[in-house]
């Protein structure tokens, strides 16, 4: 609503750290090619020498109009329990377990997601999990719901794969039913902010040259998969401010994030309809909720994690019978759209 403004960004990037200092500008330039707002790199923890990487986090900044942001993807030491961390200057990886990383982080300056919470893919015959084996691990800020890399990689094997290429990124599926659950059933204990990211990696050379779609080049990712921001203060053009702007309104869940090579999202609402309160609020018993659509579209009104209401609709009124946690998922042309954050009604 007029209330806020809505931006839009790409959220888990991967690019060599080794290359990353001096070819920062160049995602910038793809990121305004796609024409995202910001763009976040979590680079996985150097194992040696972190310090000589720290440079890393002065690089961000404003590149063209795409404001980039340096974080980090953590592990523990079994590659399971990944976990993206943005808002610090330096590396809290290379500890034995998550929780350890959660512990050392400041949680005033600093968001955390659980990454890929069901990852797992087979493309080249090699099983590989990097899942969230530890359901004990707590003090998160949020769960990567939807995850780019794993959705198609999952089902691609190289007997298949270009029949896959060439379906990408038609046959994405959409979030994992039992992540979804899971992140319904935790959020009905404290808020759990839900993000979609895409775990894109730099093409080795010789893939590069194979991708005769440019399917897979970062300005084509990032047209895909995106999270929308609706921020209380508009962006000043300061990216200090900026990142703060924006790791707040991460922090609170005031956003949605869909797939926008289906269809542009921008403009989806969940909230009162004097724009007062949105995703990521509370609300009490017998406030009217309002939903609008960029187009007319299948919508369903999750509570508790229970679908209640089907509708093909542009815009909708409803007033919440029963205090939970309500959201909204958005399909388009039989195809997952767009997925909103909570509202809790009290």
């Known amino acids: 609503m007029s209330r806020y403004t809505e931006i839009k960004g790409c959220i888990h990037i991967h690019f060599p750290l080794r290359k990353l200092g001096k070819k920062i500008e160049r995602l910038g330039r793809e990121g305004e090619k796609a024409g995202v707002d910001f763009i976040i790199?979590?680079?996985?923890?150097?194992?040696?020498?972190?310090?000589?990487?720290?440079?890393?986090?002065?690089?961000?900044?404003?590149?063209?109009?795409t404001l980039i942001i340096?974080?980090?993807?953590?592990?523990?030491?079994?590659?399971?329990?990944?976990?993206?961390?943005?808002?610090?200057?330096?590396?809290?990886?290379?500890?034995?377990?998550?929780k350890d990383v959660l512990a050392a982080i400041d949680k005033n300056t600093t968001i955390s997601f659980v990454a890929h919470p069901d990852g797992y893919h087979k493309l080249f015959l090699i099983k590989k999990q990097h899942l969230w084996t530890d359901r004990d691990i707590d003090g998160f800020t949020g769960i990567e719901i939807w995850s780019m890399l794993f959705d198609w990689a999952e089902n691609t094997r190289i007997y298949n794969l270009p029949v896959r290429y060439f379906g990408f990124p038609q046959n994405l599926k959409g979030p994992k039913k039992n992540v979804l659950d899971i992140w319904d059933a935790l959020s009905l204990k404290r808020k759990i902010v839900g993000i979609a990211g895409l775990d894109i990696h730099s093409l080795p050379f010789l893939f590069y040259l194979l991708d005769i779609n440019k399917s897979f080049r970062y300005y084509s990712i990032f047209k895909g998969l995106r999270n929308h921001l609706l921020l209380k203060e508009p962006m000043t053009g300061s990216s200090e401010k900026d990142k703060a702007n924006?790791?707040?309104?991460?922090?609170?869940?005031?956003?949605?994030?869909?797939?926008?090579?289906?269809?542009?999202?921008?403009?989806?609402?969940?909230?009162?309809?004097?724009?007062?309160?949105?995703?990521g609020d509370t609300v009490s018993m017998g406030t009217t909720l309002f939903v609008r659509n960029p187009l007319k579209a299948n919508t369903r009104i999750i509570y508790n994690g229970t679908p209640i209401i089907e509708e093909l609709l542009e815009t909708k009124k409803f007033i919440p019978e029963k205090e939970g946690i309500y959201r909204i998922e958005v399909e388009h042309k039989g195809k997952k759209w767009i997925f909103s954050n909570h509202i809790r009604v009290e």
């Not at 790199?41 to 310090?51: F, G, V, W, Y």
């Not at 993807?73 to 034995?96: A, C, F, M, P, S």
């Open 246 to 279: 924006i790791t707040n309104t991460l922090k609170k869940g005031s956003l949605f994030f869909a797939n926008d090579l289906i269809a542009d999202s921008s403009g989806f609402f969940f909230g009162t309809e004097d724009g007062e309160k949105t995703m």
């Open 70 to 98: 340096t974080a980090e993807e953590t592990d523990d030491k079994k590659r399971q329990n990944h976990l993206l961390v943005i808002g610090e200057k330096n590396w809290y990886g290379n500890k034995d377990n998550v």
């Open 41 to 65: 790199i979590n680079s996985h923890t150097p194992e040696k020498n972190p310090k000589k990487y720290e440079r890393t986090f002065k690089k961000e900044g404003y590149y063209g109009k």
